[in-house]
């Protein structure tokens, strides 16, 4: 990520490779679990369990996970949100 208005880098954590998350992320993690899990499946490995995880934020987030392909979420956005409550 870049700031324009201020021409630098806007995404300092781990050398610019890390630090992005919460709601926009959500489409490439869908992306990213529906292709671990075919290639998975090619494989014949279902012993192999996939965890979905970014921009998780409801419920409907994470049951969108399950459908293609997680077998849990991890849920730090709504965590980061509204808190451990």
Known sequence: MVDADNEM??????????GLGGGYVKPTAL???NMMYRLLAEKKRSDIDIIGVGGISSGRDAFEMILVGAKAVQIGTCHWTEGAG
């Open 9 to 18: 880098p806007s995404m300092q954590a781990k050398g610019g490779f890390g």
């Open 31 to 33: 992306a990213n679990v």
